[in-house]
């Protein structure tokens, strides 16, 4: 009854002063009905200044205001995601501390890793180690995996700052504290990042030759690869393929003189035909460049002919 009322007549309110009190009221008279309030006023309140006031009223305040913190989280507002991480660090619920840094970021990072650093709780001091990560503070979260021996912490972060300084840092760590798996492990994942003569180096001075020896497996394997490639890249083409490429050569070309048919005397094309000698008869033509025998000319003279196409001669005296 008289509560619906007030619900449906404080969203109407137009001085905002009024709907804060109304806040205030509702902590510390009302505290069961605060979250139903506050869904009512979602869509209109500033939800940090709520949350100052909160903090104004006390401690209690907050738990009892986790419901609603929790509903406007979505809006991703820097006030309300770090009364929220406050509240689970206070419950110690490390999994919805976490859930909620990767979810909405929107706050003061570095200060939380730093207020983590020194937790009691293993799982806290990750996270501390997790949020210097994200925010790239490498070393930092390094040697915060290092004093609690978190060493798949250690090898993930130093592949990720994918800094070769840094990992051979770590290499040296796992060969001074004799943490031979270790070392392995940091090759295998970091493989990318390391230079194979500082592998060399650290496994024969440490005696790790079994443990480094994956290491160098990868590596020929890696470099046999791109050796392979590079000569497949830059090989000469194959003598099946020389007839096909002087083929089409000629075919860009054109084909042999430029696809016209060449028809003039010279190398290479058909010989004409020329014209007889003056003392054929009727200007007979020259059949000889043909392959056609020449045959000798005859002449009619007195009923005979005469060879050579020449005139008749003169009977010499004596004959």
């Not at 979250?35 to 949350?51: A, G, Y």
């Not at 915060?144 to 994918?162: F, G, H, P, V, Y």
């Not at 000889?288 to 050579?308: A, I, K, R, T």
């Amino acid at each position: 009854g008289t509560t619906t009322f007030f619900l449906d007549s404080v969203t109407k309110v137009r001085n905002a002063e009024v709907t804060y009190k109304a806040v205030g009221y509702y902590l510390t008279m009302h505290p069961t009905l605060f979250t139903r309030l506050m869904e009512v006023l979602e869509e209109t309140i500033d939800h940090s200044r709520v949350v100052s006031q909160l903090r104004r009223t006390g401690d209690w305040a907050l738990q009892l205001a986790q419901p609603y913190l929790k509903s406007v989280q979505k809006f991703n507002l820097s006030p309300v995601n770090e009364a929220l991480n406050e509240l689970y660090v206070d419950d110690e619920d490390y999994e919805g501390l976490r859930k909620s840094i990767d979810s909405y970021n929107n706050f003061n990072m570095i200060a939380l890793a730093s207020k983590l650093a020194t937790h009691e709780l293993l799982e806290f001091r990750r996270i501390s180690a997790y949020v210097y990560r994200c925010n790239k503070k490498w070393v930092q979260s390094i040697e915060l995996s290092k004093n609690d021996r978190m060493w798949k912490d250690c090898i993930d972060t130093s592949n990720e700052s994918a800094d070769s300084e840094i990992i051979e840092g770590l290499l040296r760590f796992f060969c001074e504290t004799s943490e031979k798996e270790c070392f392995c492990a940091a090759l295998y994942t970091c493989y990318a990042h390391v230079s194979p003569d500082v592998a060399l180096e650290l496994g024969w001075i440490n005696g790790y030759h079994n443990f480094v020896m994956p290491f160098f497996i990868q590596t020929f394997r890696h470099t046999h690869e791109r050796l392979k490639k590079l000569e497949d890249r830059t090989a000469p083409p194959k003598e099946d393929d020389a007839p096909d490429s002087i083929a089409q050569t000629y075919g860009n070309l054109g084909g042999f003189g430029g696809g016209v048919l060449m028809l003039e005397n010279g190398a290479g094309g058909i010989p004409m035909p020329t014209a007889a000698p003056m003392g054929g008869v009727g200007g007979a033509l020259d059949m000889s460049s043909f392959g056609v025998p020449q045959q000798p000319q005859m002449v009619q003279q007195q009923g005979g002919m005469m060879p050579n196409g020449g005139m008749p001669q003169q009977m010499m005296p004596g004959m």
